[in-house]
């Protein structure tokens, strides 16, 4: 028998949208964290003023920008601000070091006034509202080996070995796996923490399943060194790299109260190096350990595996994209992709009064159509279906599948790409033909 192929995975937010969650326990949807950290009651420690910088930009935001704002958008804000905040703050004392003096400050000022302390206060805050929002689905999945045992049977299920890229913060796919390599290992004289060794993760000696948290992970921060330990690691690791807990209730108590020194990018903003990298400044933050050697293994992953599957993946990290769609570059009509996605166009009750197979399939297909012609359909993801299925048109890419389906596989006419538009959790029903697809 043919041996199983290694199968490149892409995994986002809408992956764990299907669950079953706790009762009082909200889906970490997009809306639903944005509501959450508008939300935020704080008061800085220091000056004892309350925290309403994340509030007051979620405001300025509403009123001004095309779009609904979301909690990636305000981080941005806050984000900038601190990076511009001190330069307009004391226009004539420039910080002396210019890593921390923007090459734009001298350009531009503010429109809106914000407290520049409260803005680091509020970024500190935020995040840890975003990492307790992730465990609290997450800690249940680690505890209960039967909650939402569809999510890891899948996971366990292919008889192969996955490479997982996973821009979510949680820890619930290494612990559906029986086995995982993700690079950290553990510290002579060191025993809360592990460091991230470059080489265990590319070697993977055991050939086993591996993990990249691409964005981060609830489960890290940076080192406590013991004093010993610090000598002999000091060369190795730099100021913001991060290191792997075992739990994030470790995390969250080294979290409260602690501060650090900011990174700047090339053109002297900072930026919050931190456990979960979210905003829209990703690209910056991937220099620090261990992310930029995740994206050195996903490209090298892409360009090996011809096999792609992507879950629950928005198409809203514009440096994702352009690795992915490197697919049909690299591998041609040898490409499978596999991708998952909830497609909401069937909200109307005609569908369900339907049995004829082939009349379903004839509407599913006309809805598909009208969403791409009517709806606010994701550019990203027409340009990737069109690249992926041969066509040039997003409408073209959408109406070339052999058979059309609520909640099961359609398959391009090309052979190259499975679609699902019904959610994560009704495609596991098919996880035999999906390990099929991108093992062939």
């Not at 990636?72 to 511009?84: I, N």
């Not at 809106?112 to 975003?130: C, G, I, S, T, Y």
């Not at 990492?131 to 080996?145: G, H, K, S, V």
């Not at 892409?302 to 879950?311: A, E, P, R, T, Y």
Request: proline fraction near 4%.
């Amino acid at each position: 028998m043919e041996k199983e192929k290694r199968i490149t995975a892409l995994v986002g937010a809408g992956s764990i949208l299907d669950f079953d969650l706790p009762e009082g326990v909200q889906k970490p949807s997009t809306k639903y964290i944005t509501n959450e950290v508008i939300g935020i009651k704080e008061t800085n420690p220091v000056s004892g003023k309350e925290i309403t910088e994340i509030a007051d930009a979620y405001s300025v935001l509403k009123r001004n920008y095309p779009r609904e704002p979301h909690f990636e958008m305000l981080f941005h804000v806050l984000e900038m601000w601190y990076a511009y905040g001190y330069v307009w703050k004391y226009p004539d004392n420039p910080p002396k070091n210019l890593t921390t003096y923007p090459v734009f400050a001298p350009f531009v000022s503010p429109k809106q006034e914000m407290d520049v302390d409260n803005v680091r206060q509020a970024m500190h805050h935020f995040l840890l509202k975003v990492m307790d929002i992730i465990d609290t689905y997450n800690a249940p999945f680690l505890a209960d080996e039967s909650f939402n045992k569809w999510y890891r049977d899948f996971w366990r299920g292919f008889s192969g070995c996955w490479d997982v890229f996973n821009l979510n913060y949680d820890t619930t796919i290494e612990h559906s796996l029986d086995h995982c390599e993700d690079g950290f290992d553990s510290i002579p004289g060191q025993k809360d923490f592990q460091h991230f060794i470059p080489k265990k993760l590319w070697e993977n000696a055991n050939g086993w399943s591996t993990m990249s948290h691409l964005h981060g992970c609830i489960e890290f921060f940076d080192q406590r060194y013991e004093r010993e330990v610090y000598k002999r690691e000091l060369l190795k690791y730099d100021f913001h790299d991060m290191y792997k807990y075992d739990s994030y209730e470790k995390v969250r108590g080294r979290y409260i109260g602690s501060t650090k020194s900011f990174k700047s990018n090339q053109a002297g903003e900072q930026l919050v190096g931190t456990p979960i990298i979210t905003g829209l400044r990703k690209n910056d933050k991937l220099n620090i350990v261990p992310f930029d050697f995740y994206h050195g293994h996903l490209f090298n992953c892409v360009l090996k595996n011809n096999s792609l599957l992507l879950v629950g993946y928005s198409f809203g990290d514009v440096y994702m994209n352009h690795v992915i769609e490197r697919m049909e570059l690299i591998h041609g009509e040898n490409k499978r992709i596999v991708l998952i996605d909830w497609w909401p166009i069937y909200d109307n009750e005609e569908i369900t009064k339907i049995t004829d197979h082939e009349q379903i399939s004839g509407v599913i297909k006309e809805m598909m159509r009208k969403w791409v012609y009517e709806a606010d359909f994701n550019n990203e993801l027409g340009y990737f279906l069109c690249r992926m299925t041969g066509k040039t048109q997003f409408d073209e890419a959408v109406m070339c599948f052999q058979d059309y389906d609520r909640t099961g596989p359609m398959v391009s006419l090309n052979g190259c790409l499975m679609l699902f538009i019904g959610g994560f959790k009704a495609a596991t029903e098919y996880k035999e033909d999906i390990y099929s697809f991108l093992n062939s």
